[in-house]
């Protein structure tokens, strides 16, 4: 192991040496450097996590440096009302309960590779969000950011076979012929700088299928400067977890050197050892089997021009590295760390975040304490007692009912029973200020909780408590929603560089069809801005959505009579099933959009061997389009918006003029005059109106008028 030193700064280690000495060096150096004044915030965030769990009874031992239980009597009592879990969890809930809404906006507007790359990259963070984990990692990032203040996202492209595989064919140069695989693919031939390629089918490569992963990494495990407030200004980070033994030589497989179990790892590998293994106590025990790796980013710099990523043991057998930095923002080449942090609340001069759950522990502590008091007085005091003059000689005096006690006066006096004291009632009043201050400190009241307050009965009144409840998490929403926003640049970007296969999405296209959709890294352009929709991570309650489209039509902004708008209204209150039918509704007007697009197909092939639109309107006639309008079985508000939506495809925009025409004018219109027919004639949509009344008889019924069918 080579040894390192940090007295006298940093200083390069010599390029004489070997590579992998260099590495070791560097990861040793900034791994000690990092280590300065982490124990005393450790210690905090430890101490947060232990109180979650229970362990309320300690305190913290200076000579060793370790929590250890309260050395009290055995009989003083340790009750626990875990106040501080329950307000942990809602507080978690609250910032769980809603997903960021990733948008894509283009950079150069005139530019159509602009704006088609930004409609794919719309799509593809659909994928990669659904795809790289990003849930569980999110939901675990948020429990370490309500407890500690801190959180953090690691964003990497794996490549392990594990993912699967796929048989790529190689490119040829037009040029001078020269054959290459995928993975050694550039655009420009190394031999003739040529730059077109066909494929060959004589080269065929196998390659991992590759996939975007999302992790989740507690504070205990991301070791930086401190004083250093933007992690893109920090001079390198380092990632160290723990993994069994066998699980890292599957993913890892060391040119020198072999994967044993390692047990120094500093501090907080031993804290979080503890949480992992302790159950009565927190005492925690050495985790067998086990190995700790350390992943260390390095952005280029004078000892590394090209800067250093590298996965090290803790006992320095280099797993893998690469001097050449990968994690780079296209195309200004800016280096970047694929880390993304979370705080809390911001404390100035400190990488660090603050929780409340800090403050709520010594609040937590001292209820426990009166708690104790309280049930030592019931325990000691409240209890009547006997007062027995000496020499009295009672008789035995037990708890069974009508008992009777013979004694022999002494001086007149014989055996008497008082009344035990009670706790103080200013013990209650002070248990339930307590409580009161929980909710003052962690700014969670009735509302945020689900509970109604006392005396508020009205719909906007509750709604606005419910805002300015939120209002307390504002901070914590906008750095949740910047990191998700830098979640979704580095995505990208890593799926830019790395990928090597599509990436695949299954989804239903305006027929009511699966389809699948395929996006390849050059469809995702880099003149596109990713931005997290503002106020999407933010929980929003039925009542509050409720709440806003009534202020929205009263303001005149919404309007339910407009059928598109009343559907979408229906969709966000979750209320769409009300409309009878309204699956199959769906379905008849997408099939209404397969057929005629099957018809419109036929009819524009058909256009390339006539003379004129007027000779394809009598095509027309002659072959009129498969689709009917039926005034009383049709959901035509439901079939419009369906209809409307297909005319905004690719597909139906590459159809003539005049079949368009037909289909806005006629079958679109069409849907629109019934619906009004309907009204008029005091129906409901969806549902049989008042045709008039209705007499008795075995005859069959007069057939329906011709406005009533419209093709």
Known sequence: MVQVSNAGGYRPPGKDLPVEDRIRWEVQWWWQQFQYGRWGIEREWYRNILFYVGHQWIRYDDLSHRWRTENLAEWIPRPVTNRLASTTNVIRSALLSADPRFSAEPRVVESDLSVSGARAARDAL?????????????????????????????????????????????????????????SEFTDECPECHGNVWIEDGEVIETIPRGRLLTTSWSPFEVYLDSGILDIEAQPAVILSRSYHVEVARQSWQPATGEI?????????????????????????????????????????????PDGLTASVTSD??????????????????????????????????????KTPISDLVPKQAQRNRIESLYEMTLMTMAGPVWVIPAGSNPSKITGKPSIQITATPVSGLMPTRQQGMGPDASVIQFIQQIDQDFEEVSSLHSVTKGKQPGGVRGFQA??????????????????????????????????????????????KNEFGLWTQQQFIRSDLSVDVDIRVESGSVRPKSSIAKLDAMQRLQAMGALDARYPEQRMRMLEESGMLSMIPGVERDTEAAMRENAEFHKWASTMARAALEVEG??????????????????????????????????????????????????????????????????????????????LGPVKPTIAPPKPMDSASQRM
């Not at 959180?151 to 012929?177: M, Y």
């Not at 320095?316 to 760390?337: A, C, M, N, S, W």
């Open 613 to 690: 639109p007027e000779q394809l309107a009598a095509l027309m006639q002659a072959s009129p389009p498969p689709v009917m309008i039926s005034l009383l079985i049709d959901e035509h508000v439901s079939h419009f918006i369906h209809h409307r939506r297909y005319a905004l495809s690719d597909e139906y925009r590459m159809l003539p003029q005049v079949i368009k025409q037909w289909w806005e004018t006629e079958h679109m219109a069409g849907h629109l005059d019934a619906y009004q027919q309907i009204l008029a004639r005091g129906g409901i949509p969806g549902m049989l109106p008042d």
């Open 260 to 304: 044993k179990p390692t047990t120094s790892a500093g501090s907080s590998q031993y804290m979080l050892t503890s949480l992992a293994t302790s159950a009565a106590t927190f005492r925690g025990t050495t985790t067998p089997d086990h190995v700790v790796v350390r992943r260390f980013y390095r952005k280029p710099c004078e000892a590394w």
């Open 126 to 182: 659909d994928i990669l969000y659904a795809d790289s984990m990003f849930r569980a990692a999110k939901r675990n990032m948020i429990s370490w950011l309500v407890l500690t203040g801190t959180g953090a996202l690691c964003d990497d492209f794996s490549t392990s076979k594990t993912h699967g595989t796929v048989d790529l064919l190689g490119e040829r140069c037009t040029t001078c012929g020269l054959q290459l695989k995928p």
């Open 462 to 507: 509750l709604r606005l408590l419910e805002d300015r409840a939120m209002g307390r998490f504002g901070s914590v929403f906008d750095n949740l929603e910047a990191a998700y926003e830098k979640w979704g640049v580095y995505s990208l970007e890593l799926y830019r560089t790395f990928a090597l296969t599509p990436m695949v999405r299954r989804a």
């Open 316 to 353: 320095g057998v280099i797993l893998e590295h690469t001097e050449d930095y990968p994690y780079k923002l296209r195309p200004t080449e800016q280096p970047f760390y694929p880390v993304i942090p979370v705080v809390y609340d911001e404390v100035p001069g400190r990488f660090w975040g």
